[in-house]
């Protein structure tokens, strides 16, 4: 790494301490654990690939599992890219997959997840991931540092039923700074029998969207305009004193603000059930549906747990990811938002969902319309 970052003229801005932070050891120099083998347990187990799609959409899969448990297979990119997260507005993000969330995964309590991790030798940094969703490793972080160039295959039992982020976590300070570069997704792991709702009763949905909040901490120059930078670790200095200050300059749901609204917007109709995934890896938020509610949210993201019922808001901590469903019953336009109201407005967290349908006088009517005061 160091002659990358010398490459880039970064020899005399990084510390020594934190070039030490952004060169953890190569997997498996420090620990004992998941060296390469075959688990007996494994053999003879279905292999199936699941081809991963951009959010707020979620992969081809079953609610309910069909058969035993499986080796679910998938391969993820690791992309550094400048993104324009507002009109003007650059960052030098770091993703998986080239989105930012990364592509949300699903499984089934039981399966194993086998993901082959690439970090194209066109990237600058060394990168790895941590599963929320896993149980050992740091997540598998400790077993998944890859260098540009490399590819790594780490497998994990998905053990615990629910809705879980996942993220890059190379070492020191390069943990919050790729994370808040856009480092993260989620995936969510089914119970083999599917959802439940508050009465142990099998709930089914016709449409999942995922939405993946992202704080992001841009500096600005002197006229107050927001910096452009050319490689991650260029704009690392600058950004990292943004990010002590804890407020962040955007929020955005799926990398941009205005990302689901408009032709992008999420839709449904009258009398559909719709899930929604939110995760968020760095910073608390609160989620509400102006126009509907929480009909029931797992705002933990457990599964293993009831969920709540006929919630207006619910709280996701940063380093969770939550899941809610609502069956609309109104048509039109919804906005879906971080209830922050200054976080969702003016910093971006908002986004829209477009139903149709027929409008029911019963749940609400305009008796008349505004007019002067009489
Ligand atoms: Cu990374």
């Keep these: ?22 060169m953890p050891a190569a997997a498996g120099e420090e620990m004992e654990v998941g060296k390469v083998g075959v688990s007996a347990k494994i053999e003879g187990l279905e292999r199936v690939t699941q081809k991963l799609v951009a959010p707020p959409f979620l992969p081809e899969h079953d609610q309910v599992a069909k058969g035993g448990p ?9 992309e550094e890219k400048e993104m324009e997260i507002a009109p003007g507005a650059f960052v030098q993000a770091m993703t998986f997959e080239g989105t930012n969330p990364g592509p949300m995964i699903v499984a089934h309590v039981g ?156 839709t449904a109709k009258v009398g559909e059930t719709v899930l929604f995934l939110h995760s968020q890896a760095n910073r608390d938020t609160r989620i509400h549906l102006i126009g509907g509610h929480g009909d029931l949210v797992w705002a933990s993201g457990s599964f293993n747990d009831k969920p709540e019922t006929n919630r207006e808001t619910w709280q996701i901590a940063g380093g969770e990811a939550g899941a809610a469903i609502y069956t609309f019953l109104q048509p ?18 908002a986004a829209h969902v477009n139903v149709e349908g027929e409008w029911n006088n019963d749940l609400m009517e305009q008796v008349s319309k505004p007019g002067p005061i009489k």
């Design 332 to 349: 039109g336009l919804y906005a879906y938002v971080n209830h922050n109201l200054i976080e969702a407005i003016m910093l971006g967290a």
């Design 1 to 22: 790494m160091t002659h990358l970052f010398k490459k880039m003229g970064l020899g005399m801005v990084l510390t020594s301490s934190l070039l030490a932070f952004a």
């Design 70 to 78: 499986k080796i679910i297979e998938m391969t993820m990119v690791i």
């Design 111 to 266: 399966d194993y997840v086998e993901l082959t991790l690439k970090n194209p030798k066109t990237n600058t940094m060394v990168h790895n991931i941590d599963f929320h969703a896993s149980t050992g490793a740091l997540g598998g972080g400790g077993l998944t540092n890859v260098a540009p160039g490399e590819q790594v295959v780490l497998r994990f039992k998905a053990t615990k039923a629910g809705v879980f982020v996942y993220h890059c976590a190379p070492g020191g300070v390069m943990i919050p700074y790729h994370v808040v570069a856009g480092m993260n997704g989620a995936i969510m792991i089914l119970p083999r029998d599917g959802l439940k709702d508050n009465n142990g009763k099998l709930v089914t949905y016709d449409k999942a969207y995922y939405i993946g909040e992202q704080d992001w901490y841009l500096p600005k120059d002197a006229d107050g305009k927001f910096k452009r930078y050319t490689a991650p670790a260029l704009a690392m200095t600058d950004t990292m004193e943004v990010m002590k200050g804890l407020i962040p300059t955007h929020l955005t749901f799926n990398g941009k603000v205005g990302a689901i609204t408009g032709e992008n917007a999420m």
